[in-house]
């Protein structure tokens, strides 16, 4: 196996720390340049094959950043002290989707058959959210969230069992988002 230049990599690394910590204000570029490193060392066997590929290196280092980076905001977000989506309440916002704002709020208070969740005064707000979080998911989520969650249909596959529930989660995080900025979805 090739000797790694650590020097370089340390390098890219701290460039893509510094990069990361712009954007997104949560990190401290030394934390995020150790989330780098230690991913870098740990791959060292495929790194080593294109460490002479900066475009590559910064690729892998941006993505282990950015993952990094958004599981921090998630922490904050849960400790915050700020209302907070989960999953089910995205799911339990989405199986409502087939009302129109005047049938829901005609069910406020009472359980729902078809969705299976007790509609409450906060299921109003949650909608809107959804609604805009919507916006930002690739096609591919909107797709699986309207057949499997407005719809009620059931998952064609495992595969897209298992993409509905990354979907979902996909959907809160957005959500929360959108909570926490005010900004409506472009």
Same mark, same amino acid.
């Not at 406020?108 to 299976?116: A, E």
């Given at each position: 196996?090739?000797?790694?230049? =650590?020097?370089?990599?340390?390098?890219?690394?701290?460039?893509?720390?510094?990069?990361?910590?712009?954007? =997104? %204000?949560?990190?401290?570029?030394?934390?995020? $340049?150790?989330?780098?490193?230690?991913?870098?060392?740990?791959?060292?066997?495929?790194?080593?094959?294109?460490?002479?590929?900066?475009?590559?290196? /910064?690729?892998? #280092?941006?993505?282990? #950043?950015? $993952?990094?980076?958004?599981?921090? $905001?998630?922490?904050?977000?849960?400790?915050?002290? $700020?209302?907070?989506?989960? %999953?089910?309440?995205?799911?339990?916002?989405? /199986?409502?989707?087939?009302?129109? +704002?005047?049938?829901?709020?005609?069910?406020?208070?009472?359980?729902?058959?078809?969705?299976?969740?007790?509609?409450?005064?906060?299921?109003?707000?949650?909608?809107?959210?959804?609604?805009?979080?919507?916006?930002?998911?690739?096609? /591919?989520?909107? +797709?699986?969230?309207?057949?499997?969650?407005?719809?009620?249909? %059931? %998952?064609? +596959? +495992?595969?897209?069992?298992?993409?509905?529930?990354?979907?979902?989660?996909?959907?809160?995080?957005?959500?929360?988002?959108?909570? /926490?900025?005010?900004?409506?979805?472009?």
């Amino acid at each position: 196996m090739t000797d790694i230049n =650590w020097d370089h990599i340390n390098d890219v690394a701290s460039k893509v720390a510094k990069e990361m910590t712009l954007k =997104w %204000p949560v990190v401290e570029a030394e934390d995020v $340049q150790q989330e780098i490193l230690v991913h870098m060392v740990e791959q060292a066997s495929y790194i080593a094959k294109r460490q002479d590929d900066d475009e590559f290196l /910064r690729k892998v #280092a941006w993505r282990v #950043a950015k $993952q990094y980076a958004s599981k921090e $905001q998630n922490q904050r977000d849960l400790t915050d002290g $700020q209302y907070y989506y989960t %999953p089910e309440e995205a799911r339990n916002a989405l /199986r409502t989707f087939i009302y129109t +704002d005047e049938e829901v709020s005609t069910l406020i208070g009472k359980k729902d058959d078809l969705s299976k969740c007790r509609i409450t005064d906060n299921i109003m707000s949650a909608r809107l959210d959804a609604t805009a979080a919507m916006r930002k998911l690739t096609d /591919r989520y909107r +797709d699986v969230l309207t057949r499997v969650f407005i719809y009620g249909l %059931p %998952p064609k +596959d +495992d595969a897209e069992r298992k993409m509905s529930y990354r979907a979902v989660d996909a959907l809160a995080i957005a959500m929360n988002s959108h909570l /926490r900025t005010g900004k409506a979805a472009a």
